[in-house]
């Protein structure tokens, strides 16, 4: 019905910067929310900043002042810019998206990306 792809991670040196991004595609009505989740290692799975539609933008606060979420709500994405990343940041970062599908009535569906790997390493 729906799929999110995401891409952009990789591997980087502490300092450095990642753009992720994440597109959406499928049997879409409306989508009332998109954010990304990671988990590290042996490690709960987090979130790392929520962009509601019409709602506040969030960030976990070992990001805030570092991270960006932005979408493009015609295009259907979602990024994460991410500057200034630490070893601690290193985890496999999910997209996530709250979704009113066609011919669905109301009800909102939420749905996982694969997941792309960010190794913040030197």
């Known amino acids: 019905q729906v799929q999110l792809v995401e891409s952009g991670g990789g591997l980087v040196q502490p300092g450095g910067s990642l753009r992720l991004s994440c597109a959406a595609s499928?049997?879409?009505?409306?989508?009332?929310?998109m954010g990304w989740y990671r988990q590290a290692p042996g490690k709960q799975r987090e979130l790392v900043a929520s962009?509601?539609?019409?709602?506040?933008?969030t960030y976990i606060d070992s990001v805030k002042g570092r991270f960006t979420i932005s979408r493009d709500n015609v295009k259907n994405t979602v990024s994460l810019q991410m500057n200034s990343l630490k070893p601690e940041d290193t985890a496999v970062y999910y997209c996530?998206?709250?979704?009113?599908?066609?011919?669905?009535?109301?009800?909102?569906?939420?749905?996982w990306g694969q997941g792309t790997q960010v190794t913040v390493s030197s």
């Open positions: 996530n998206a709250d979704i009113v599908l066609l011919g669905y009535g109301p009800k909102q569906y939420n749905f």
């Open positions: 499928g049997n879409i009505f409306r989508i009332t929310a």
């Open positions: 962009m509601p539609s019409g709602g506040t933008t």
